[in-house]
């Protein structure tokens, strides 16, 4: 057991260590003026410190092989297995490009068709006729194979974003990763936007490219052949040597630009969850006049945005500069290949009719190959793109992995934590097994501090053992670490030293938390209620109405009952954090508990909002229960329904006395 927690110990700090690093590494000669001002200014975005700049991963963010490397997992993740739908319509999509190649070649030939049977010294009406027919067929395999290719492109879209988002999310929501990386990783911006926004983009980016990427490698080889059978080596090697050359040039110019779009694509998301924080907070803000300041400060985000998006566009201005430039070049570049001999006398035995029809022969091949390259340089504004959405997703997969380790770690550590596998599942929410136990933690020598502040000593060598039948207060000033001490037992933060073992089940059989700030998830009434459960009974008529109803009533939720249309609702959105005083979201959080009955309730000030009497029927029905409560809380009145107080006093001591 001692080795278990050695090595949870060991995780945690090391986990501290690389949030350390990371900070460490940032660049504080950052290029941006700006963003200092705005960021003294606004709180991270899902995160409570001061936000970091994560300069470190702008730094990285080129065409290098990070990207090689994060676009490869990427690909592993679109294309999980050599049999799989996405590969099946890659597949397809390059039979449909391939065809698409033949026809358009096809296509390009009907004019000169026309010409030749119009200009016929004797045209025949049959024979326009039949090519007029012909061509017709070619012209409508032509829009049908591309219109399939555009639908393939799209379906894979659709199928790449759902893959990404699913692996995505299948990290996010593991255990508490979400909460790590919002909350407590501060080099982690916005990764809701990373999710929904630049998962799409990268798809979107990626679907439109991959045509051309796929069916190249063929018109290449062919062409390349071509242009060898009438130019010789001279031809396709002086063609390869200018497209090395531009693709050289062009990755110098593109690399900056890559890391100015991840770049903006952070302020993108700052910006958003700017407007998100309005919008979620718009009453307080009301109450406060607040209007001029928080005008200010969106505009900051704005400006900063802008200014960014400013030399963003300013730099694929050479970028397009040099991607036209080698458009242009390119259609002259076989009259210059030509030229040299020409003009160092070469051909000078040649006549000039000669001399012309070798040009035009050269010239036809060396354009089409020329053109196969110009379609690949063309996608260079769309490769900038690609790569900056590639890091960014990349960067949140490899946060999301390492989080996901360390907490796994710690799970697997934690030999004797029953709720330690806090899957998402309802089966193991709701075990048949009895997992009851007359103890719910057992803290040894616990020594706390919040995560990045090691020096902070909040709580030191707290030994604490928390057993059913024997309610416990946690009291103390203002942030002398109450609700940091529920972290710690809820496994949500590290310890600096000893050990929490946590001996009932988390979850709504075992221990359950009520949090300071209610969470109230979308959905109806009985959603909240049955929360954390997803749907116990879909699409009948629960036998826990008749519990819920009287839950409802004893604790005067009617009125909530009413507004909800019921406990099933109206199918439209609700956000109860609008529509719902703090007092009956607590009111909602009790609702909860006295569904659950669990053996243990552990309350974060749950009853702050609600007046002496509400608190007095509360506490009553909870004893009723037969629940033990573990409280946090400020009030005196709540001592009577407790037998310890725990007294911190916020700089590492703490207290713990029977009340009388
Ligand atoms: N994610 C975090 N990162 C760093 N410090 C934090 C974090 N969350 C809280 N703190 C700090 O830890 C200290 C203890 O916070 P805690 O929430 O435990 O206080 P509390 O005793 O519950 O206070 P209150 O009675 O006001 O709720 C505070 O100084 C707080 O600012």
Same mark, same amino acid.
């Given at each position: ?30 290029? @941006? ?24 991963? /702008? ?96 379906? #894979? ?116 969850? =700017? ?20 005008? #200010? ?52 035995? #040649? ?33 900038? @793109? ?5 890091? /960014? ?142 749907? =116990? ?40 954090? @609008? ?24 309350? @974060? ?33 709540? /001592? ?14 703490? =207290? ?5």
């Amino acid at each position: 057991m001692a080795s278990c927690r050695e090595r949870r110990r060991d995780t945690d700090s090391s986990l501290l260590l690389d949030v350390e690093e990371e900070d460490r590494d940032m660049d504080t000669k950052d290029e @941006d003026h700006i963003e200092p001002q705005v960021e003294a200014m606004t709180p991270k975005p899902g995160n409570i410190g001061p936000k970091m700049q994560n300069s470190s991963t /702008r730094r990285n963010a080129a065409l290098n092989i990070l990207f090689c490397r994060r676009f490869w997992s990427l690909l592993k993740v679109i294309f999980p297995k050599l049999i799989s739908p996405t590969f099946l319509m890659f597949c397809t999509l390059l039979a449909v490009c391939l065809l698409e190649q033949v026809v358009i070649y096809q296509t390009g030939l009907i004019p000169s068709q026309f010409v030749k049977i119009l200009a016929a010294e004797n045209p025949q009406k049959s024979e326009f006729m039949t090519r007029l027919w012909l061509s017709l067929i070619i012209i409508g395999l032509n829009s049908t194979l591309k219109s399939l290719d555009g639908y393939v492109s799209s379906l #894979m879209y659709v199928k790449w974003r759902r893959l990404i988002c699913h692996r995505l999310h299948q990290k996010y929501f593991q255990d508490t990763v979400y909460y790590q990386l919002n909350v407590l990783q501060e080099n982690m911006d916005n990764p809701d936007q990373r999710i929904s926004q630049d998962v799409e983009r990268f798809c979107k980016q990626f679907s439109l490219m991959i045509a051309v990427i796929i069916i190249s490698p063929f018109t290449i080889g062919y062409y390349t052949y071509q242009c060898y059978i009438s130019t010789g080596w001279q031809g396709p090697v002086s063609i390869f040597v200018y497209f090395v050359t531009g693709t050289i040039i062009n990755k110098f110019i593109m690399s900056p630009i890559v890391s100015l779009l991840v770049r903006q694509e952070k302020l993108e998301g700052d910006f958003r969850f =700017k407007h998100m924080q309005i919008r979620v907070n718009a009453e307080s803000a009301a109450f406060y006049r607040a209007c001029q300041v928080e005008l #200010m400060k969106t505009n900051f985000r704005l400006h900063s945005l802008l200014d960014t998006q400013t030399r963003l566009i300013n730099r694929e201005f050479w970028l397009n500069f040099a991607v036209n430039m080698f458009d242009y070049v390119g259609s002259i570049l076989s009259y210059i290949v030509i030229a040299i001999p020409i003009l160092s006398g070469a051909y000078s035995h #040649m006549a000039p009719n000669e001399i012309s029809s070798l040009v035009s022969k050269n010239a036809f091949v060396s354009i089409y190959l020329i053109g196969c390259f110009s379609g690949l340089i063309d996608l260079s504004t769309k490769l900038t @793109d690609l790569a900056g959405y590639t890091h /960014r997703i990349g960067e949140l997969l490899e946060s999301l992995e390492k989080t996901e380790k360390g907490t796994m770690e710690d799970l697997t550590n934690q030999s004797t934590d029953p709720g330690g596998d806090d899957s998402c599942e309802n089966t193991s929410l709701y075990s048949n097994e009895s997992t009851q136990s007359n103890k719910a933690f057992q803290l040894e020598s616990v020594t706390l501090t919040p995560p990045s502040l090691q020096n902070r000593v909040l709580i030191r060598d707290l030994t604490l053992e928390i057993e059913a039948g024997r309610n416990l207060l946690i009291v103390g000033n203002t942030g002398s670490g109450k609700s940091s001490l529920l972290r710690v037992l809820r496994g949500l933060w590290p310890t600096l030293g000893g050990s929490v073992e946590r001996i009932s089940p988390l979850g709504p059989q075992g221990v359950m938390f009520i949090p300071q700030k209610p969470y109230l998830t979308d959905g109806s009434l009985r959603e909240q209620i049955i929360y954390p459960l997803k749907d =116990k009974y879909p699409g009948q008529v629960s036998p826990d109405d008749e519990i819920i109803m009287q839950n409802v009533e004893r604790l005067e939720l009617m009125s909530v009952f009413d507004r909800a249309k019921g406990l099933d609702g109206g199918t439209e959105w609700i956000n109860w954090y @609008d529509v719902l005083s703090p007092g009956e979201m607590q009111r909602l959080s009790f609702a909860r508990l006295f569904f659950h009955q669990p053996q243990f309730a552990v309350l @974060d000030e749950a009853t702050s909002a609600v007046s002496m009497e509400t608190e007095e029927l509360l506490y009553t029905i909870c004893k009723d229960m037969g629940m033990t409560v573990i409280s946090v809380g400020h009030r005196t009145s709540l /001592r009577k329904f407790h037998d310890v107080e725990l007294k911190l006093d916020g700089h590492g001591g703490w =207290k713990l006395e029977a009340i009388r």
